[in-house]
């Protein structure tokens, strides 16, 4: 990761289960807005291990969109869209909402049986992640920043079942996303999709 300033302050610290929503409160509304404030401070990342239990998965809309190069090979483009919902009891970061948005240029692999198929993809695009949350915990260059954009890798593999119908399939598929300018987060989906080909 390259550095924003010229050094790094890292602090390590306990503090009594009683007493977390006390410190959570003063550390991010009191504390590191004056330590940023001064010259030469440029960034806080605050990540605490103690009570963060999840981001649980609101929302999430996809589409792909592709183009058949041999009865074999596929190019398509991808794109998803999730909402999430961070839980850390406590904090000022509790219940706020994340959104994440990828877009990705893929290439898919496909073996055919009769009418059914199994396949393998993969691709490489960018990820943004956007929220409120990211104003309580990150300033960039001293500016509040609401949004982290990065690189985002990744593939997976399904089975589709084609009907009589030339036009309709229908399957399953499991992808794994590695983001990695998001603070190394890694997303997997399971879909269950129906399409339509042309």
Known sequence: MALIGQGVVAIWND????????FYEW????HMPERVGIPGF????????????STEKKL??????GYDLTRFLAVQLHALG?????????TPQDN?????YQGMAEAKLTVRFGQTSIFGEGGIGAARLSSNLLATVAYNGGYLTRWRTGLTAGGGAGFDYHSL???????????YFWLRDISGSRDLIATLYMRYTF
């Open 42 to 53: 440029v960034f806080d990342n605050t990540t605490t291990t103690n009570g963060m239990t």
């Open 60 to 65: 999430a809309i996809g589409a792909r969109g």
């Open 165 to 175: 119908s030339r036009h309709f399939s229908v399957g399953l598929r499991a992808s």
């Open 96 to 100: 706020q909402l994340l959104q994440l």
């Open 82 to 90: 999730s909402t999430h919902q961070t839980s850390l009891p406590g």
């Open 15 to 22: 503090v009594a289960p009683e007493g977390l929503a006390e």
């Open 27 to 30: 550390h991010h509304r009191e």
